[in-house]
């Protein structure tokens, strides 16, 4: 028994090693956190979940890397409904940060109605825009740096009056830093939700995922590293639907539907979550065959749980484990009588997380409106913790600094310095070599290379090596950030 519960935890910390970019990977309904990764659809392999989706042409594009397939779990929102989306550069740690400073883009959140939010496998037509924002100029900020801005997280609201039932809702991104170089990246995920809407509304228009955007186009080639950006960024994409204002009577909170959503809830007896999975409580049982039938049951679902772990991790997994062991102990024990604490809920208690208020909805092109003062003041940072955070190794000195050799692989520390790269001169807090100031101000570690003041607009060269490059081990810690 003991070893069957060893074994896939193993196999999964090995697995969850090394990441890079951004991921989609919590939901919160009115600022009630969903849980890692459920209802949402992402990458099975932990290793690539946060690479950008490979090609515009592919079915990757509608809910990302495997995206077609659904997952157990629908969220339910009601019309108004504040959305907000949390993006993670390690999907099983939100508190080491959301996406790269140097993946400067637009921000889009895009809905489809289906019939079945599990069976529908998002692509092709249908889908329509809810909310979008590209270059701030006031702010002289990218989408994607209010998004770091805000710890990751991306609040919208559900427009009032859409038709009530199932629907996927895809926020994506769009990084820039190489589109000049024919190789925009997007990153789009796919949530599923039941609408609780009595609502009549759908859009006349929609467009097709894949098909609504492609290479070479003003949005997807723009160059944003041009002395002079050549604004307003032109937005990629269909422009934002925006409801008749007939669709905004009264309080759509109070007039609930008469649909009930049947597809995707937590089953009554669910005391853990774990991404899409539940742990359901075992039948009660009052003898030496029904504590080890017990056991049995609650070690499969420990499996299944591992088995189904989306790379945000499976820390719901290691709490039912301990129920496992818990009616092991008292089985061995002689304690025949059990479960002990009988549909006992084992959720953590879920640390309160500063969002975002809800993004203003635009109308038309996607050009900046000011959001509320709420959405631009800046949130707390308040964070859940992880149970698996992953430790920050900070760069150590080195002992001998005549030791040092020249970087030849864009990292620095541990005896690799930047001075006299072709990268930069300056090795940043994450450990990599830059010239730009987010390389050679705050943070930048003078043991391994020089700090501050020779900003050159060079990094363009430096993303461009770097273009895709897996994380580099440094010190223990994997990171790939300037
Ligand atoms: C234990 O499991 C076996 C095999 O599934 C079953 O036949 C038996 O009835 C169970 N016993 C109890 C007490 O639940
Ligand atoms: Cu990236």
Redesign the pocket.
């Known amino acids: 028994m003991k070893i069957s519960s060893i074994a896939p935890v193993l196999a999964l910390m090995a697995a969850q090693s090394v990441n890079a970019h951004t991921l989609f990977a919590e939901l919160y309904v009115d600022g009630q956190a969903q849980g890692d990764g459920t209802c949402i659809r992402m990458p099975s392999d932990p290793n690539t979940a946060t690479n950008p989706i490979p090609s515009l042409d592919s079915s990757d594009m509608a809910c990302g890397v495997d995206g077609t397939k659904g997952v157990a779990r629908v969220c339910s929102v009601d019309s108004g409904s504040t959305l907000s989306f949390e993006y993670r550069d390690w999907p099983d740690n939100p508190s080491v940060g959301s996406i790269d400073i140097s993946h400067k883009g637009p921000c889009a959140v895009y809905l489809k109605k289906v019939s079945s939010a599990i069976d529908d496998e998002g692509t092709g037509d249908g889908w329509f825009k809810i909310w979008n924002e590209g270059y701030d100029e006031s702010a002289g900020k990218w989408c994607t740096e209010k998004l770091i801005d805000n710890n990751g997280h991306l609040s919208v609201k559900v427009p009032e009056g859409l038709q009530g039932g199932y629907y996927l809702i895809r926020p994506e991104l769009l990084a820039l830093h190489n589109a000049d170089k024919g190789d925009p990246q997007f990153y789009a995920g796919c949530a599923q939700v039941w609408l609780n809407s009595d609502g009549t509304q759908l859009p006349q228009s929609t467009v097709s995922i894949p098909g609504y955007v492609d290479y070479n186009q003003p949005a997807t080639s723009f160059n944003i590293w041009n002395e002079k950006m050549a604004l307003p960024y032109p937005m990629p994409g269909p422009s934002v639907y925006t409801p008749s204002s007939s669709a905004k009577v009264g309080n759509q909170k109070l007039r609930v539907s008469q649909q009930k959503q049947t597809e995707g809830l937590a089953p009554s007896n669910s005391i853990i979550t774990n991404g899409n999975w539940n742990g359901i409580e075992l ?1 009660r ?1 009052n ?1 030496q ?2 504590c ?3 056991s ?1 049951a609650c070690w499969a679902q420990s499996k299944e749980c591992y088995d189904t772990a989306p790379p945000t991790g499976h820390s719901g997994c290691k709490i039912w484990e301990g129920k496992c062991q818990d009616i092991n102990d008292q089985c061995s024990a002689s304690n025949y009588k059990g479960p002990p604490n009988y549909m006992k809920n084992l959720n953590p208690v879920v640390k309160q997380v500063k969002l975002p208020a809800a993004e203003a909805a635009q109308t038309g092109d996607g050009s900046y409106s000011p959001a509320s003062s709420a959405a631009a003041s800046k949130p707390a940072t308040t964070f859940k913790t992880s149970a698996l955070v992953a430790k920050a190794t900070a760069v150590a000195p080195p002992s001998n600094s005549n030791a040092l050799t020249v970087s030849t692989e864009g990292n620095c520390g541990n005896g690799v310095t930047c001075k006299g790269s072709s990268f930069g001169d300056c090795c940043s807090s994450h450990g990599y070599c830059g010239s730009s100031d987010q390389y050679c101000s705050a943070g930048c570690n003078s043991a391994f290379g020089t700090c501050g003041g020779q900003y050159k607009r060079d990094e363009h060269n430096h993303m461009h090596v770097h273009k895709h490059k897996r994380a580099v081990r440094i010190g223990g810690d994997a990171r790939m950030m300037p």
């Open positions: 039948a049982y003898d065959e029904g080890w039938n017990a049995t």
